[in-house]
Antibody, heavy 122, light 106 residues
Framework: EVQLVESGGGLVQPGGSLRLSCAASELTVSANYMTWVRQAPGKGLEWVSVIYSGGSTYYADSVKGRFTISRHNSKNTLYLQMNSLRAEDTAVYYC????????????????WGQGTLVTVSS | SYELTQPPSVSVSPGQTASIPCSGDKLEDKYTCWYQQKPGQSPVLVIYQDFKRPSGIPERFSGSNSGNTATLTISGTQAVDEGDYYCQAWDSNYVVFGGGTKLTVL
C-alpha cells in the first residue's frame, strides 16, 4: 500500500525557514510526479510546487523564489525547503503523487499524505 | 493565470441529486478531476479525467465537462457525502484548484 508521510512542520517566526520531508513507501519518488499542496486554516486547497519525474520543477507565484522542491533518490524522500516565511504561509502542507502523461500534464492526484502543519507567527 | 470558480455551498436533501459546477475558460479543453475532503482528513479523488470513477468510489458519483463548465453530480445523495468538494485542472505546468464547495445534506 502506498504511503506518504510528511514531517518537519512546526512553529516558525516570520522570515524564518523550515524544511518539510515526505517519506514514501511502495512508490518511487524519483519515478513519479510529486507535488506539494497546502491548505490554510479554514480555506481551500492551494497548489505549491511540483517536481516531474524528469526533474523539472515549477512553483506557484506565491512561493516562487522562496520555496525549493527537491528529492533524495536513495532515501526515497521528497522535500520542500521554505525560506523567508510569511504569516500567509501558515497551512497544512500535503505531499502528493500525481498521474501525468509522462510530460508533465497532470491528469489527477491519487495519493495524499496526512499533512504537516506549518505555523508562521511571532 | 488560469482560474476555476465554484459556488461556496450547495445544499441537497437526502436521496436527491446534488450538482456542483466548476467553471473556467474553455474548461472542456482540459481534463478536470474532483476531490472530496472531510474535516480533518486529506482529500480523496472521486472523479478523474472528467467522468471516470476511481476504484472504490460509489456509482452515485459522476462527472461531465462541456464548454466552460465541469459538473460533479451525486445521485441519491447520502449523509456520508457531506464535505468539501474541489475541482482541479492543469494549465501550463500549474495545478489549479477551484475554491471548493461545501456540500450540506439536510
Amino acid at each position: 500500500e502506498v504511503q506518504l508521510v510528511e514531517s518537519g512542520g512546526g512553529l516558525v517566526q516570520p522570515g524564518g525557514s523550515l524544511r518539510l520531508s515526505c517519506a514514501a513507501s511502495e512508490l518511487t519518488v524519483s519515478a513519479n510526479y510529486m507535488t506539494w499542496v497546502r491548505q490554510a486554516p479554514g480555506k481551500g486547497l492551494e497548489w505549491v510546487s511540483v517536481i516531474y519525474s524528469g526533474g523539472s520543477t515549477y512553483y506557484a507565484d506565491s512561493v516562487k523564489g522562496r520555496f525549493t522542491i527537491s528529492r533524495h533518490n536513495s532515501k526515497n524522500t521528497l522535500y520542500l525547503q521554505m525560506n523567508s516565511l510569511r504569516a500567509e504561509d501558515t497551512a497544512v502542507y500535503y505531499c502528493a503523487r500525481g498521474i501525468d502523461d509522462g510530460g508533465g500534464y497532470l491528469y489527477y492526484i491519487d495519493y495524499w499524505g496526512q499533512g504537516t502543519l506549518v505555523t508562521v507567527s511571532s | 493565470s488560469y482560474e476555476l470558480t465554484q459556488p461556496p455551498s450547495v445544499s441537497v436533501s437526502p436521496g436527491q441529486t446534488a450538482s456542483i459546477p466548476c467553471s473556467g475558460d474553455k474548461l472542456e479543453d482540459k481534463y478536470t478531476c474532483w476531490y472530496q475532503q472531510k474535516p480533518g482528513q486529506s482529500p480523496v479523488l472521486v472523479i478523474y479525467q472528467d467522468f471516470k470513477r476511481p476504484s472504490g468510489i460509489p456509482e452515485r458519483f459522476s462527472g461531465s465537462n462541456s464548454g466552460n463548465t465541469a459538473t460533479l453530480t451525486i445521485s441519491g445523495t447520502q449523509a456520508v457525502d457531506e464535505g468539501d468538494y474541489y475541482c482541479q485542472a492543469w494549465d501550463s505546468n500549474y495545478v489549479v484548484f477551484g475554491g471548493g464547495t461545501k456540500l450540506t445534506v439536510l
